[in-house]
């Protein structure tokens, strides 16, 4: 069977159909690895008549983020093609992240309000592991000399409540002699409650690969995450973990140990 071609005019009007199919806003919202800041740098606040007592950090402890386009944002068919050939986000509809007629700034302050949550579960989970584990310090909070008032963040422009676990390992870095980074740049992500559990949190994957980016080469994720995880960028090591507890431990652990595990673990136990 033979078949015509299409008259020039029609592949014309087709060519012209798909160009401006680039260019019409569409009904997605576009997810994208974000910025990972050290929260050992001057995100974690604590007087210095405390910290001046243990060396100074080394290394990096990374929160990890992630960039969503806000509920009024254009997204355009040239974005969704570039996601597409990039291979560097996802694209969702904007539904599977924002309810029906969202106020932006309520969704900003609702976002903001969950970061405070974060912070304060934070110090909360930090003190009492220091509490329990670390006699040296149980007595100044014991006494009410280092109360959680004394403890801030400066981390603007950023919301949610997955900072949590790594909020909580910032304290504890500054104020614990041990060294728990020693050097090292590490990442991570997870939400936490004032009895140090954490708790999953949304777009792991592209935490991982800002995590990457950002030059770490260990990540500490939520166990409950473990069912979202399928890749795992090259020369990144992720360990799960269910409480502050077991963060600690596994940073405590010798270079060499954890070097013998494999990219993903921590998952089963």
């Known amino acids: 069977m033979r078949y015509s071609p299409l008259p020039r005019l029609v592949k014309y009007f087709l060519a012209l159909i ?86 932006v700034e309520e969704e900003k302050k609702a976002s903001l309000a969950e970061m405070d949550g974060s912070q304060d579960n934070a110090i909360a989970a930090a003190f009492n592991y220091l509490n329990r584990y670390e006699p040296a310090l149980a ?31 910032g304290i504890i870095e500054k104020l614990d002699s041990a060294q728990l980074v020693n050097g090292r740049l590490i990442a991570g992500t997870g939400t936490i409650n004032k009895k140090g559990e954490v708790g999953p949190i949304g777009g792991i994957e592209d935490k991982l690969i800002g995590a990457k980016r950002a030059g770490a080469t260990l990540f500490i994720a939520p166990i409950d995450n473990c069912i979202d995880i399928t890749h795992i960028p090259k020369g990144l090591q992720v360990v799960a973990v269910s409480t502050l507890a077991q963060a600690v431990t596994l940073l405590k652990k010798p270079a060499q140990a954890l070097a013998k595990l494999p990219p993903l673990s921590g998952c089963f136990n």
Not at 39 to 57: E, H, N, Q, S, W
Not at 147 to 154: A, E, G, H, I, N
């Open 18 to 103: 798909l160009v401006l199919s680039l260019f019409i806003p569409l009904p997605f919202a576009i997810v994208l690895p974000g910025p990972a800041t050290d929260v050992l740098g001057p995100v974690v606040k604590i007087p210095a008549r405390f910290t001046d007592k243990v060396p100074a950090p080394t290394g990096k402890l990374m929160l990890t983020t992630v960039s969503v386009s806000t509920p009024d944002a254009q997204v355009f068919g040239f974005e969704v093609l570039l996601r597409w050939i990039q291979a560097d986000g996802v694209v969702v509809p904007k539904s599977v992240i924002y309810e029906p007629d969202v106020d």
């Open 139 to 169: 007595q100044s909070l014991r006494s009410g000399d280092l109360t959680s008032r004394l403890v801030k963040f400066d981390l603007p422009n950023t919301g949610g409540p997955s900072g949590g676990m790594i909020f909580a390992l």
